[in-house]
């Protein structure tokens, strides 16, 4: 029994981390657009530049969904059908482990020669972990109305390492363009 309950921090740790990899993704739509007519798109400066993220990391969402796009047979253009913009949002999760290892506070068997009040391997020391949870919102709107026609969204842990900052953005903005055009997924 001892050894499960040695082995919950690690578990809670081991939980957090595999649920961190996927992205959850939802999408809304205008049942009244004609998703068939959009051949063209363009990225909506105005709208793309109230984004609070880095330029660094706007370029690579913008370059995943123009690369997205153009898979789609979609065609980047000066005066285009659909007009792209993103926003984010992004919350702080902070989690406190309590790491109470050994017989307690007090060490090894409580006052003693040598002894005291957090000395040893019993004493209590909080382990405090924090990541960050994103949203990416992609809206699609019909350029000639003004209007929003489609609004992806996904949610998912962000990487603080570099290297896999941009392979997380392409994942985040793959599984949200798979929901585009509505009834084309599988």
Do not use: H
Not at 65 to 85: C, F, M, N, R, W
């Amino acid at each position: 029994m001892k050894t499960l309950f040695r082995a919950l921090p690690l578990l809670a740790v081991l939980f957090v981390v595999t649920s961190c990899s996927s992205v959850k993704v939802a999408a809304d739509y205008d049942k009244k657009a004609s998703f068939g007519e959009y051949k063209t798109f363009a990225f909506f400066k105005t709208g793309i530049d109230k984004a609070e993220i880095s330029d660094l990391d706007k370029r690579r969402i913008l370059r995943a969904i123009e690369a997205e796009l153009l898979t789609k047979g979609y065609t980047k253009s000066e005066k285009p059908d659909l007009l792209v913009s993103i926003f984010t949002k992004s919350n702080q999760r902070v989690d406190v482990y309590n790491n109470t290892w050994g017989t307690g506070a007090w060490g090894w068997g409580g006052w003693g020669p040598g002894w005291g009040p957090g000395w040893g391997w019993g004493w209590n020391q909080p382990s405090v972990s924090t990541s960050t949870q994103g949203t990416l919102f992609v809206d699609l709107v019909d350029a000639k109305k003004k209007e929003l026609v489609w609004q992806g969204m996904g949610t998912g842990y962000l990487s603080r390492n570099m290297e896999k900052k941009e392979e997380r953005i392409k994942e985040f903005v793959t599984k949200i363009m798979e929901k585009y055009p509505p009834g084309a997924q599988q």
